[in-house]
DNA sequence: CGGTATCCGCGACGATACTG
DNA sequence: CAGTATCGTCGCGGATACCG
């Protein structure tokens, strides 16, 4: 593979996991199936529109899957597709370098 | 290790890498020591200032080394350090993601 | 050669109000 | 409950000029 391919290939997973609050949102989502307001009460630092967003982009990069149920009042459940869980070992990695990173710099 | 720690882990390895130049830059360096002036010709689409700020970012993050060489024309020598190399575990598992994600993008 | 300094646009992100 | 719509802010990154 060329440099053009490695560097291209890095960034097109930067694109998927690199939004501000993509890693947490995949982190909640490891545990299993949320409800959007679960998700909120979880991360209560996100907006609405920033969840909303963020949840369309992976849903649209096949990172998750997003199931409404037709009811009132409105139920939505978002999970990690079968392709969204290939995704662990990428942030089992970056998980794993941080960790030791953050120890090096508090040393 | 708690979801907390997981979740800053990881955004602690976006911090380091996750410039919009920083992938570009770290897979040069691969390669070997570059100066200044080549790693520019090399990216030819990054500006001066941008190649200087995150050469300097990563400097602090102890990813790369800086060896100026006190002479007349400046000679500034750019290499990864030790803890730097220990990324490529990272970009690598990345990249072969992105990569994956690319083709299925374009079946 | 290898940088700084300065200015500025634009898009990411946030706050708030409203809705099916 | 799970969103839109609208408006406002902020800082990343780009353009250009200058410097030791």
Redesign the interface.
Known sequence: ?G?Q??????????K???GKWK??IL??LQ?GTKRFGELKREMPEITEKMLTEQLRELEQ??IIHRKAYIQVPPKVEYSLTE?GK??R???D??????????M?RTE
């Open positions: 593979m440099d391919d490695f560097k291209n290939s890095v960034e097109a997973t930067l998927v996991i690199g890693p947490m982190c909640h545990e990069d096949g392709y290939t995704l070992e990428v942030l990695v970056m998980s794993r370098w941080g960790s030791k990173h953050r090096r």
